[in-house]
């Protein structure tokens, strides 16, 4: 059965939500409610902690979620997590092998995934088209007589790319240097009405498959006693948001690069930024 999903914020008509909260003495902002609709239009609700949603991941939730009907219980949400224990006990078998790693802003949009000296994702839609346009925020410099022009701040903002399906014309957060890694969540304060007024201009390249370098060379474990994450798991960052630690670790990059693969099938380089 093909399942439609909606994660937001809980309000106050989630009364039965609210009222399990309440019972936990949890705080309502640290969770989300998730809505189910099934193929006949039917919808339902769930609840999960913002800290299990980071931990699982939205794709894995997607995946393994069913909804069944009980002539006891009326409708039921139900999630499997036998896989993720799977994969959990096959990971301590071998701890060698590289653990799948990467930012909660590209959950949906990552085709591919290697290990290599860096992390490194190929990007798509969300209906898996890798033929993406490059639309950005920001200046255009050549950096060491190279040929190609890199996206980088402008005087008055950090840069903000973002990848366009021109099919579909769905379009999704590649990098914002204001909001994401290390620096951007713990350290550099950017003025949020000038993010805001950020507006996106065409990078002019035809539509090409982009692949995203990440760097993830800090120990957020070591260091954990250095972030003060709270009893519910839950760090604050410098604009005053709350993030759960798990999300911490995966969106705490110290490094991005962005290249896209011209008609030669070359890679050209067009963002390079140190995070950390």
């Known amino acids: 059965m093909s399942l439609q999903f909606i994660f937001r914020k809980i309000s106050s008509a989630d009364t039965d939500i609210l009222h399990m909260i309440e019972l936990r003495k949890a705080n309502v902002e640290d969770y989300l409610c998730c809505e189910v609709t099934n193929e006949d239009g039917i919808t339902n609700t769930t609840w999960y902690s913002k800290e299990d949603v980071a931990l699982w991941g939205e794709d894995y939730i997607r995946a393994n979620t069913t909804m069944e009907y009980s002539d006891f219980t009326g409708w039921i949400i139900s999630l499997d997590l036998e896989p993720w224990n799977d994969m959990q006990e096959a990971s ?52 060491n007589g190279e040929p190609q022009l890199y996206i980088v701040p402008s005087y008055f ?43 996106l201009k065409r990078y002019e390249i035809p539509a090409s498959k982009l692949i995203l370098e990440l760097g993830y060379s800090i120990d957020y474990e070591d260091e954990k006693e250095d972030f003060q994450v709270n009893e519910d798991g839950m760090v604050a960052l410098i604009n005053g948001e709350r993030m759960p630690w798990e999300q911490v670790k995966r969106d705490g990059i110290d490094y991005i690069a962005l290249y896209y693969v011209n008609e030669e099938g070359k890679q050209v380089q067009i963002l390079d930024n140190e995070l950390a």
Not at 110 to 123: G, H
């Open 157 to 199: 903002a950090p840069e903000l790319v973002a990848a366009r399906d021109p099919e579909s014309g769905e379009e999704f957060v590649v990098f914002d240097g204001g909001r994401h890694g290390y620096d951007n969540m713990f350290c550099n304060e950017h003025d949020l009405d000038e993010l805001e007024r950020r507006t």
């Open 92 to 143: 301590k078998k071998k701890k060698q092998a590289p653990c799948f790693q990467a930012p909660s802003w590209l959950e949906g949009h990552i085709k591919e995934w290697k290990q290599k000296r860096l992390t490194t994702v190929t990007l798509c839609s969300t209906s898996g088209n890798e033929w993406l346009e490059v639309w950005y925020y920001g200046d255009l410099l050549t950096i």
